[in-house]
């Protein structure tokens, strides 16, 4: 037993000696673990999840695009400015806030707040929201009078809203953001209530003041249609390509290698139906018919996952039966039947371990296919809707304005990751078959 | 004599594979989840009027009546009326199917011909470059995903230098002249058959070098150079003959792999195509339509691979002969 384990840990030591000497076999390790690294330490990449919406405004640039392309110099980031105290109470004297704002003209922005009246005796008074500007100038953005006890009304102010654009005195077509936002400094944010109001004893209340300018730049790739951060969904979707990837190729691999073992060594009646079963499977157009499983069977991940492995054993299959007829044939699989092994024991201790370096390196070869076709069908838009892909990714770049906005920095992400996880995976599994198989040596 | 018996076999398999593809297309299309009637019959209408549209469409028959009568159908081409546009689905995929032939055969076409040079071609020229120029672009057509590099291609030639249509199969309104009519389409085509190409030509261009070097090596090739023959010579009668009939097989086998990629490049350049045409049925829930789509796509690869089998017993003349072929 203590000589068998030792032979196997001399046969693992001497493969990583031999594949530590291949340059390309070791950067396709390195980009592994490095994407290995990005999908396990995810949360701690990115400060978002990949669902969150609102983030800046829609299609924003990168941050970064501020040093390097002049129009961008001066754009802005997301302000978000809540009030500090969760509860004013209004008597006479207006409440304001200060907003410090940096930047070039923002495209919206949007405010909301909580407010209710408290009015024990019927008398008139009002309060009005209002911007001013660094140079004084007053934007009034909202404003209501009331004769007695309101309920809590929850106001939401929009700059596209026509009729904010219409109490502002603008025509359709002007924009209110650019409008108020377009020097910068210090903008104050006030509620002030209409002359006459201390008069009375009637009390306004505001709570969960928030002003929201969604910025036009926005973290390190920028925003998609929703506002949501594109490199959390770049980071994330490593999680969900890694996962499809390496579970479908074991899933296909496992039952390529039982079949064709089984095929392979039995021969016979089995073998002729099996391997025409292949040549069935092989002579059906992929994406097509995963197209159609996939939206009858539902979208789900692992649907995903089963579907891709069940038009991907047949190579495998092909490949280790051809291998199995071989060792069939040699003496020490005659010296085992001889002593009178089961054809499961032959098969399983025998066999197998012969074919496995077969196996792993196409195993290795499969991982690549497998994420691509999981990116085509969900860019497609028949992958699983509830995760971010970056075959999502590129869907809702084609579909949600990439091209119109030139927003290459959408487009050009995605498919880089896929494409160095894919290089990565081909150069391991050519190694591996370098090492392992010199005859498969020159096939991709 | 070899020949015919292996030809009868091959076509014995490829109708068993279509009506393979016929019966799983029976079975999956009553996998739907819920009732498959439940789509085109509205849950307010009276039970006699449920039964009456049931018997309109066949369903109220037991499953192997309904099984028989669908490989009837199918082999009459009657592929049932489409749900959201109430034509027949066959008019619909006539109207579609040559423009899928036209990008289809002339990407394919241009791919595997380029590709195919380029190998010979740098299998004659063996140098640092060429090795890298090839392998290089057979990792490039491995690796990269290809409706990526499409859409790259679409935003470049589409948008930043707009010189290029980004959608369709011809100009609304069509231009005026035959002349012009073709060019239109012509000028549609070149994005489309375009990016498949310089997706597609590498894994082409690898393949046929490696297996043209290792013909090279070969002793004949030796005893050819010793009889003094041209390069040129050495290159087209000798290697590439030997390498042409695993090539041939290649070319034919890479249909299904092709067909799936048309689907993709049809929805990315919106082509008014089968491929189109499928994805658009699934997106609405067009069950006969995506039915009759997928049929026809399983179809044209079944009638490739079956032609693949009849030039490939051509090609090898251990077939045609009939020497020790493995038929």
Redesign the interface.
Known sequence: MNKYQLRVETGVMSFWKRYKGKPLGMIGLIIVIIYVFIAIFAPFLTPYSPKQILLADRIAAPLWFRYVIPKYNNAPQTVTIGFDSPLYEIKDMPVSHIIEYNYSAPKTFSLTFDCWVNAPFHSEAGFECLIKTPEGREYSLWGKSYSSDSDKQVVRIDSRDLGLKQRLGLTIFEDPASKIFSSRGDYSLIFRPNPGFGDTSTRLYISNVKLHIPGLVHGILGTDHMGSDLWTQLVYGTRISLVIGLSAAVISVAVGTAIGIICGYLGGVIDEFIMRAVDVFLAIPVLPILIILGAILGKSIWNIVILVSAFAWMNTARLVRSQTLSLRERIFIEAAKASGGSDIYIMSTHILPNVLPLVFASMVLLIPTAILTEASLSFLGFGDPRVATWGRMLHNARGFGAFTTLAWWWLVPPGLAITFLSLAFVFIGNTINEIFNPKYRERL | MVYSRYLLKRLI?AL??LF??ITFNFI??R???GDATKMIIDPKFTSEAKAELKREFGLHEPTHVQYIKYVGNMIKFDLGISFSTGRFVINELKERLPNTMVLFLTSFVLTVVIGISIGVYTASKQGTFSDGFVTGA??FT????A???Q??L??LF???IPILP?HGTISAPQPYGLFLQILDRVHHLILPAGSNVIVGFG?WA?YTR?TMLEALDQDYIVTAKAKGLKENIILRHHALRSVLPPIITLVF?AL??V???A??TE??FSWHGV?KY??DA??M?DYPA?QG??YL??LA??VC?FAADIIYGFVDPRIRIGEGGKE
């Open positions: 398999y068993m594979v393979i593809i999956i299309f996998l739907i989840p057979g990792l491995y690796a990269v995903p409706f990526w590099i859409l790259l679409l935003m589409g948008y930043y980004v894994s690898l490696n086998g299904p792999g067909v799936s990629g689907v993709i929805t990315i491929g499928l994805t699934i997106m829930q995506a789509a997928f796509i399983a690869v079944v691979n």
